[in-house]
């Protein structure tokens, strides 16, 4: 199989990585994340950290639930299983 593709004579641009990719949130937000391995919690925890939530990490569905119990204020839910 042989691919043809159009030319082009535009000169290549600068590819300087963009400065801030995230997006800036206002407030403090929440975000509930349930995940029984560890690793891929601390992961999840970190990246929602970056995007500006302040985060609850949790073990499994019964964990999840007696979080929400003590304290419903919850922006977002990130279940990862």
């Given at each position: 199989?042989?691919?043809?593709?159009p030319?082009?004579?535009?000169?290549?641009?600068?590819?300087?990585?963009?400065?801030?990719?995230?997006?800036?949130?206002e407030?403090?937000?929440t975000?509930l994340?349930?995940e029984?391995?560890?690793?891929?919690?601390?992961v999840?925890?970190?990246?929602l950290s970056?995007?500006?939530?302040?985060?609850?990490s949790?073990?499994?569905v019964?964990?999840a639930?007696a979080?929400?119990?003590?304290?419903?204020?919850v922006?977002w839910y990130?279940?990862t299983s």
């Open positions: 199989m042989t691919l043809y593709l030319r082009s004579l535009k000169k290549p641009q600068s590819s300087a990585p963009p400065k801030n990719v995230l997006p800036q949130m407030g403090a937000r975000a994340l349930v029984d391995n560890a690793d891929v919690a601390e999840g925890a970190d990246y970056q995007l500006g939530y302040r985060v609850r949790v073990a499994n019964q964990a639930l979080a929400l119990r003590l304290d419903p204020q922006d990130f279940p």
